[in-house]
């Protein structure tokens, strides 16, 4: 599988921002779909994930905020990201995995397939 976000770039805080993720190789609507997200110095972290089911599971931390979905048709996997804090900034990564076990939890140990990331700054 191959997996390609977009969208990226720089936004003042209370701003918005739309990643994209293109896949290829596998059909997003059977497996587990989510994004995580790196900080300069800081673990990854799991951000939100959707299964197969349609069942989402957000992070705290972006919670009423952010908004996962998918474009079975397009094969594409969406992060809406409205007001935005500097905390969010850091590198992107779409990620997926078959085994439906894997959005049971935002652990990237369940999550086989990862993107190379894209870049998300927000100043404050």
């Known amino acids: 599988g191959h997996l390609v976000e977009s969208g990226g770039g720089s936004a003042q805080a209370g701003g918005s921002l739309r990643l994209s993720c293109v896949v290829s190789?596998?059909?997003?609507?059977?497996?587990?779909m989510g994004w995580f997200r790196q900080a300069p110095g800081k673990d990854d972290e799991g951000v939100t994930v959707v299964g197969s089911d349609g069942r989402v599971k957000y992070a705290d931390s972006v919670k009423g905020r952010f908004t996962i979905s998918k474009d079975n048709a397009r094969n594409t996997l969406y992060l809406e990201m409205n007001n935005l804090k500097a905390e969010d900034s850091g590198r992107y990564y779409c990620v997926a995995d078959p085994w439906a076990g894997a959005c049971l939890l935002l652990h990237r140990g369940n999550l086989g397939l990862w993107g190379k990331g894209n870049q998300v700054t927000v100043s404050s």
């Open positions: 190789g596998f059909t997003i609507s059977t497996y587990c």
